[in-house]
C-alpha cells in the first residue's frame, strides 16, 4: 500500500500541469483570432492560458438543476434576500455613498433604493464579489462546456479587452463562476457596454462602489427604465380569470390595461389615474398562492439586470 502511494505521488503532481496544458491546446484557435482581431501579443496570451486549467466545479456549478428538482419560490427567495441584516447594511451604505446614488438618480432617473436594492442582492454590497479566477472560469465555460460555448468564448474575449483598457492584470479578477465581476456583477461584455467612470477616477472599476452605482445605472437606462414610472402594479383577478394568453405574450411589455381586464386581470392602480402601459404580466410562482403583477418596462429593466448574471 506504501508503494502505491508513493507511486501515486508523482502522478498527482502532474494532474494540474496536464490540465493547464490541455486548455492551453484548445485554446489556440482563439488566441489566434486574439492575435489577429484585437492586437494581442501571442507570447503574453500563451502564458495567460498557461497558468489557467479547466475547473470542474465550474462545470458543477454552472449546470442547469437536474429536471424535477426543488423550485425556488418568489416567497422563499424574497425571504432569503430581505433580512434585517440585509437592510440595515443596505442603509448603511445608502447613507455613506448619499452623494453618489443622488447623481446616479439625476443622471439616469433611476431611484437610489432600487440601485441599493440591486447591489446588496448582487454581493451584499460589495462584501461578496466571487472567489473564482474570472479568465479561468471563463476558459472552462468556453473550452469545456459545450451547452454555451459559444456564450462564454464571446465574454471571455471580452474579458480580455476589458482588464486591458482598464489596465487590470486579467489573471488578478476575481468574481463568480459564471464569469461576472465586481460589486454589481456585470460580464464582460456588460463591463465593457455599461460600466462608467462615476468617481473620476480615470478609468471605470466596477470593484470601486461609486462606479458600480453609477454603473447600474447606466445600464438600467439603456434597458429600458423609465424615469419617475412604477416598476409594477398589483393584480386581483377575477374568479374566470385565464392569464394563459397574457402569459404567451412575453416579458416585454407591450398590453395595454384593457387587455388586462378582458382576462379577469385588472390592475389595480390603487384608486390613482390609470397608467396606459404597456406592460406585461408577470406570474411570481409563489408555491401556495397565485400571485400575479403587471409588469412596467422598469420591470422589464431590472428582468434585464437579473438575466445578466445567469
Not at 398562492?289 to 434585464?304: D, F, K, Q, S
Amino acid at each position: 500500500m506504501r508503494r502505491r502511494a508513493l507511486l501515486a505521488g508523482p502522478l498527482l503532481l502532474l494532474l494540474p500541469w496536464r490540465a493547464r496544458a490541455a486548455l492551453l491546446e484548445q485554446a489556440e484557435g482563439f488566441i489566434d483570432e486574439l492575435v489577429a482581431n484585437d492586437g494581442f501579443e501571442r507570447a503574453y496570451l500563451e502564458e495567460v492560458f498557461g497558468q489557467l486549467r479547466l475547473n470542474p466545479k465550474v462545470i458543477e456549478l454552472i449546470k442547469p438543476p437536474a429536471e424535477g428538482g426543488r423550485v425556488v419560490h418568489w416567497d422563499e427567495y424574497r425571504g432569503r434576500h430581505v433580512t434585517y441584516r440585509k437592510i440595515r447594511n443596505g442603509a448603511s451604505f445608502a447613507r455613506e455613498h448619499a452623494e453618489a446614488l443622488a447623481r446616479a438618480e439625476a443622471a439616469y432617473g433611476v431611484p437610489a433604493e432600487i440601485i441599493v436594492a440591486i447591489i446588496g442582492v448582487e454581493t451584499r454590497y460589495g462584501g461578496y464579489t466571487g472567489n473564482f479566477g474570472t479568465a479561468e472560469a471563463l476558459a472552462t465555460l468556453a473550452f469545456g462546456y459545450p451547452p454555451r460555448a459559444e456564450y462564454f468564448r464571446k465574454e471571455l474575449r471580452q474579458l480580455f479587452i476589458y482588464a486591458r483598457n482598464a489596465g487590470f492584470d486579467v489573471l488578478e479578477l476575481r468574481g463568480s463562476y459564471a464569469g461576472a465581476m465586481g460589486v454589481p456583477q456585470f460580464m464582460p461584455t456588460s463591463a465593457l457596454e455599461w460600466a462608467v467612470d462615476f468617481d473620476r477616477s480615470g478609468q471605470p472599476d466596477l470593484f470601486a462602489p461609486v462606479d458600480a452605482i453609477g454603473s447600474v445605472a447606466n445600464f438600467l437606462q439603456f434597458h429600458g427604465w423609465v424615469r419617475d414610472a412604477p416598476v409594477a402594479f398589483p393584480i386581483t383577478p377575477a374568479a374566470a380569470a385565464d392569464p394563459a394568453a397574457l402569459l404567451a405574450a412575453g416579458i416585454i411589455p407591450t398590453l395595454p390595461p384593457a387587455a388586462f381586464a378582458a382576462a379577469g386581470l385588472p390592475i389595480d392602480f390603487g384608486g390613482g389615474p390609470v397608467h396606459a402601459g404597456p406592460y406585461a404580466l408577470v406570474d411570481l410562482e409563489n408555491e401556495d398562492e397565485v400571485v400575479y403583477r403587471a409588469g412596467t418596462m422598469n420591470y422589464y429593466a431590472l428582468t434585464r439586470e437579473i438575466k445578466e448574471r445567469l
